[in-house]
């Protein structure tokens, strides 16, 4: 039931991520890495998939290291977490 839920929920945000690359009013990359959690958090092999990418992986942790955080804290540490994976980053030498 869970993974159904997740399932449903990922497609939706997916929906509205795909949605909010065409109409600049909504902010789809956001949308999208929802999206992403929700997929990763209903199946182990998405996850391991998205772990290859670095930022990737910093955000899930960022996410799983909140996972006995108060929802109201949780969406916030997911919103930086979020903000961090879309902003641009110059490479460090």
């Known amino acids: 039931m869970k993974t159904l839920f997740l399932f449903v929920a990922g497609m939706v945000f997916l929906a509205l991520g795909l949605f909010?690359?065409?109409?600049?009013?909504?902010?789809?990359?956001?949308?999208?890495?929802v999206a992403a959690a929700c997929f990763a958090a209903a199946f182990p092999r998405f996850r391991a998939s998205?772990?290859?990418?670095?930022?990737?992986?910093?955000?899930?942790h960022r996410l799983d290291a909140g996972a006995d955080l108060h929802p109201l804290t949780r969406v916030r540490l997911a919103f930086w977490a979020s903000l961090e994976a879309a902003s641009p980053r110059q490479k460090r030498h």
């Open 20 to 33: 909010g690359l065409v109409v600049p009013l909504i902010p789809g990359f956001l949308f999208l890495l």
């Open 50 to 60: 998205m772990n290859r990418n670095p930022r990737m992986r910093r955000f899930f």
